[in-house]
């Protein structure tokens, strides 16, 4: 058994030459009618495999496991070629599959990783979404705003039972408030100086911020209308985001990982696009319209009828 791991792990100059190397890894581990298993072929096996599973095969024992197994598959490897099953389409398909991702691992994968985005890029993702990863609390209500105290309080009366779709439907029948009519009185999410996200200045009046901020539990209503320049509101509170404050080393990983894979995207696509113009590919769209589709199987099964008895035991 140390010999088998002497052969694969062999000691000695860092700098032998490639002649050598192909020699060591052309050493036959076992022989068959047909066929090999070379050091290479197990030392590729290895390779495939994660470095947790890879650490396992320092015991020799465990190199002499997986020589048995690798001799397993290419003697099942060399029949199934023997009785035709490499030109089966499924088995070409899965081979060209296989040929694809190979082919997208090597272009895209291994020469660009998440690791090679530049900090420069993170930082500068980082502060162009920064209210992704910093923002105050914000609430979010919708409310109904009635021009006098007697319709609010009438209609606060009538909204205490009412969950949020009933409450948006009377703020949509009710409400006085055009910009939040359409949306069942929504006022969207908001901070507490009633700046909406992504708006540049405040435009939740100050008495509604205060009155929403006051409310603790989702689904809560005010317990009294309150008043507003033009009229009287009731409000229900139906959102809370807690406070967002995470530093661009707690996100810099995420970004990164999400730089890496636009990037990647983008070269995929190029890639796409270059081989496009070299292949001028001839797409005939109108002939799809000829592709004939399964039937879908009767759940009763198939040349079964309607009215056939079913028997009883």
Known sequence: ?????????????????EDAEAKRRAQPLAVFEGGQVTVGDLEDAIKRQSPFMRKRYQDPAELQKLLAKT?????????????GFGTRPSVEQAVKQNAVQALMKLEFDEKLSADAIPGEEV???????????????TRRASHIMVATLDEAKALLAQARDKD???????AREHTIDEASKMRGGDLRYFDDTGKVRN?????????????????????????????????????????????????????EETIRVRLWRKQRQAAIDTFITDLRGQYKPD????????IKLD???SAKGPGIPENFPHQHK
Request: glycine share 6%.
């Open 1 to 17: 058994m140390l010999a088998l791991a002497a052969v694969l792990w062999p000691g000695g100059s860092s700098h032998a030459d």
């Open 71 to 83: 001799v397993r598959f290419a003697l099942l490897a060399q029949e199934a070629e023997r009785q």
């Open 123 to 137: 930082e500068g993702y980082y502060q162009e979404h920064i209210d992704e990863y910093v923002r105050p609390a």
């Open 164 to 170: 949020l779709r009933e409450f948006r439907q009377l």
């Open 199 to 251: 708006e540049q200045t405040p435009s939740i009046p100050p008495a509604l911020v205060k009155a929403t901020f006051k409310l603790k539990t989702v689904g809560d209503l005010v317990k009294a209308p309150v008043k507003l320049e033009g009229g009287y509101s009731i409000i229900k509170l139906t959102g809370s985001r807690p406070a967002l404050s995470r530093k661009l080393s707690d996100v």
């Open 283 to 290: 797409l005939k769209p109108k002939l799809v319209e000829k």
């Open 295 to 297: 039937q879908p199987v």
